[in-house]
């Protein structure tokens, strides 16, 4: 609204300029309503000009309604084997229309940046809709033959639908969200700086390299924020979930669902457009990015990723300080001033644990690694190289052409989902304000109230 005043020189109320918004998305990406049925387009196109992608299209065979579409493109999933062996799942809300949620699943690279592997759009995040996601995701991964880590938020229907589809694969739980969780149990129990020390003594707890540490940092923890509470935290949670002291697999370092986030924030603007544009947009915006990091990444002269190669030299530093005593083959002690380590190169292990935990090797073992006259870049894993970078985005996504789009989507129409409230008891508190707010006609739902577009949650059920 300001900028149209300092362009044209004219002042537009909110309700002008949301329907004036309105028109222009419907202009550009079509109505809402009917980009349901372009879904069955999309489907057609994408596995006719990308072989080997997974377009799952689900419809209520008898209401013909929308349930939910599973999208994973054939230049992501070969990718994808170059890529760490991680997953992040998580889910963000729609804001179009009929709402809805997003699911997806988001690799990592060997430059710390996200991977999009798979999304999943639908009606919310249930038991059910993960089941759907899940399976199709594991038909995807199977085929590589490795063992995923999966990263989540442990929201109660991720969890009981990934036991069932992942029961035998490592599972780790966002610190960020159990931080949260544990924040709450101290609400009108203490002040902030209380549940701040609280905070303080658990993250020494969660990231705590050995078994021996834990025990340690627990104790204080118990002793901070007292003993049945943290107790009562503590047994709801497994230690392998999220502890690193008792994480038996490679979890390179990782302790929250931050890429997740970071690809939630990335298509921030799509998750506004109608589902078939969110995700036909969301398309166009991966192909663009794999094509220009496979550009990008042809002019790197270093062995390693360029943040992966600066950790290393950082690490390399850190090294010089440390003097390597031979214990027996491939096994050394590590000493500085004050403290000792051990490290078998061998079987790429440190008593400092940070080389299992990071799967990347600490400065201890690099001082081994160059006691022995080895080559450093022989213990790295191969997943932070330049090579398996490049190895990534040598897989483009093909572009689709709609020139016959008005001619498929109208054989197969179909309607949209009924939507639903959001779970929980609905507000009985009337929220306190300066002055008695006028009666609005929502431009979602079409009714007279006191909320918009944005904040509707009124059930969608009637044909528009």
């Given at each position: 609204m300001r900028n149209f005043k300092s362009t044209y020189g004219y002042e537009i109320s909110y309700k002008v300029a949301s329907r004036a918004k309105k028109r222009c998305v419907e202009k550009m990406y079509g109505s809402e309503r009917?980009?349901?049925?372009?879904?069955?387009?999309?489907?057609?196109?994408?596995?006719?000009?990308?072989?080997?992608?997974?377009?799952?299209?689900?419809?209520?065979?008898?209401?013909?309604?929308?349930?939910?579409?599973?999208?994973?493109?054939?230049?992501?999933?070969?990718?994808?084997?170059?890529?760490?062996?991680?997953?992040?799942?998580?889910?963000?809300?729609?804001?179009?229309?009929?709402?809805?949620?997003?699911?997806?699943?988001?690799?990592?690279?060997?430059?710390?940046?996200?991977?999009?592997l798979a999304l999943c759009f639908c009606d919310s995040k249930t038991e059910e809709n993960w089941l759907f996601f899940f399976k199709n995701l594991k038909a995807l991964l199977e085929p590589q033959g490795r063992i995923i880590?999966?990263?989540?938020?442990?929201?109660?229907?991720?969890?009981?639908?990934?036991?069932?589809?992942?029961?035998?694969?490592?599972?780790?739980?966002?610190?960020?969200?159990?931080?949260?969780?544990?924040?709450?149990?101290?609400?009108?129990?203490?002040?902030?700086?209380?549940?701040?020390?609280?905070?303080?003594?658990?993250?020494?707890?969660?990231?705590?390299?050995?078994?021996?540490?834990?025990y340690f940092h627990l104790k204080i923890l118990r002793d901070e924020g007292g003993a049945s509470t943290i107790d009562e935290f503590i047994r709801e949670i497994p230690l392998e979930h999220w502890c690193r002291a008792f994480f038996k697999g490679c979890r390179y370092g990782i302790m929250a669902n931050g890429i997740a986030e970071s690809f939630n924030n990335w298509i921030v603007v799509e998750r506004s457009l109608p589902p078939f544009a969110m995700l036909d947009q969301t398309r166009m915006k991966e192909m663009k990015m794999m094509s220009e990091r496979s550009v990008e990444s042809k002019s790197w002269t270093t062995k390693l990723t360029p943040k992966m190669e600066k950790r290393l030299k950082e690490q390399l530093d850190r090294s010089r300080v440390f003097r390597v005593i031979a214990s027996h083959e491939n096994v050394y002690e590590v000493r500085n001033d004050k403290y000792s380590y051990s490290v078998d190169i061998s079987t790429r292990t440190c008593s400092c644990v940070k080389w299992q935990i990071n799967c990347f090797p600490c400065a201890h073992a690099l001082a081994a690694i160059q006691g022995a006259r080895l080559d450093v870049y022989d213990f790295i894993d191969p997943y932070f190289t330049a090579e398996y970078y490049r190895m990534c985005y040598s897989f483009p996504i093909a572009p689709l052409s709609n020139v016959d789009a008005s001619c498929s989507f109208t054989e197969d129409f179909i309607l949209p989902p009924v939507t639903k409230r959001p779970a929980g008891r609905p507000k009985s508190k009337r929220i306190a304000s300066a002055g008695e707010k006028k009666l609005i006609r929502c431009g979602r739902c079409n009714k007279m109230g006191h909320h918009n577009k944005k904040s509707c949650t009124e059930p969608l059920n009637m044909l528009l």
């Open positions: 009917d980009s349901f049925s372009m879904l069955s387009w999309f489907r057609e196109a994408v596995l006719e000009t990308n072989p080997g992608s997974s377009v799952v299209l689900e419809v209520d065979e008898s209401t013909e309604r929308f349930k939910r579409v599973f999208v994973a493109y054939a230049g992501q999933i070969q990718g994808f084997k170059f890529s760490l062996p991680v997953l992040y799942v998580d889910g963000a809300f729609g804001k179009s229309k009929y709402k809805g949620q997003i699911l997806a699943a988001t690799g990592r690279n060997g430059n710390k940046g996200f991977f999009p880590t999966f990263i989540s938020d442990r929201g109660v229907g991720l969890l009981k639908a990934f036991d069932l589809i992942f029961p035998g694969n490592p599972h780790l739980y966002c610190y960020h969200h159990l931080r949260y969780n544990l924040s709450r149990k101290y609400k009108n129990k203490g002040g902030e700086i209380v549940v701040a020390d609280v905070l303080q003594k658990f993250f020494k707890v969660a990231y705590a390299s050995t078994e021996k540490f834990f």
